[in-house]
């Protein structure tokens, strides 16, 4: 079974500042990892997804992720937020088709 | 892209009546499709899994009687939520693999409510 932690549950960042959202996952088998992103009362919009090759992953709206396998942590980045960036960001894993999400990130930016 | 409708994305019943929701996808053959439950402020939790065809699977805890699921062709797959109680009230989102790009396609999600 695959397990997912979200480090952070709240994150208050100021516009334009840079941001990080931890993710560490705990698995017996290679995964593969996602982020995702869930405005109100919406439903998920994938941000990026590492599967194999290259450790740094870059997503859509500047987003990008680092997978580091012996830390067994997929880490999302941003260099500068927008107002727009404010949502809940989810991190999930799976070994085939069956995802595992963790508890979620609450991003606020304010101006 | 791959594209899932989920519908409806709101409705408010009844104590006792039963609700049906639809996910359709759209511009791909969805032989499996997961159905989650959302609780405010939480992650989401799988509640099963349908296969086009067969019957679903659910998960460990979930009343199959209680969330009928039904996966009747490549492109549609429903949940009734059955002789609903306001504890059912939550946000419920399905979502297909897309074998294409190795990905998963979300319905925008259907927040009910039972009164």
């Known amino acids: 079974a695959q397990s997912v932690t979200q480090l952070d549950s709240q994150v208050p960042v100021f516009e334009e500042a840079p941001v990080e959202l931890r993710c560490n996952y705990s698995?017996?088998?290679?995964?593969?990892l996602f982020w995702y992103v869930q405005y109100p009362n919406q439903g998920l919009q994938l941000l990026l997804k590492?599967?194999?090759?290259?450790?740094l992953v870059k997503g859509i709206n500047g987003f990008e992720a680092e997978f580091n396998k012996s830390q067994t942590s997929f880490h999302l980045r941003k260099p500068s937020v927008h107002i727009s960036d404010t949502a809940e960001y989810f991190c999930?894993?799976?070994?085939?088709?069956?995802?595992?999400f963790g508890a979620g990130t609450t991003v606020t930016v304010r101006a | 892209g791959a594209v899932v409708s989920q519908h409806p994305s709101w409705v408010i019943c009844k104590s006792g009546t039963s609700v049906k929701i639809e996910c359709r996808s759209l511009?791909?053959?969805?032989?499996?499709m997961f159905w989650y439950r959302q609780f405010p402020k939480q992650s989401l939790m799988l509640m099963a899994t349908?296969?086009?065809?067969?019957?679903?699977?659910?998960e460990q805890g979930v009343e199959k009687d209680k969330f009928l699921i039904n996966h009747a062709s490549l492109t549609l797959s429903t949940l009734t939520v059955t002789s609903a109680h306001p504890e059912d009230s939550s946000f419920y989102i399905c979502?297909?693999?897309?074998?294409?790009?190795?990905?998963?396609?979300f319905g925008s999600g259907t927040r009910l409510t039972v009164v």
């Open positions: 979502s297909a693999p897309d074998s294409r790009n190795y990905g998963y396609t």
């Open positions: 698995s017996s088998v290679s995964v593969y």
């Open positions: 590492y599967l194999s090759g290259s450790t």
């Open positions: 999930a894993v799976t070994p085939d088709y069956k995802l595992s």
């Open positions: 511009d791909f053959q969805a032989t499996t």
């Open positions: 349908s296969n086009e065809g067969s019957k679903a699977t659910y």
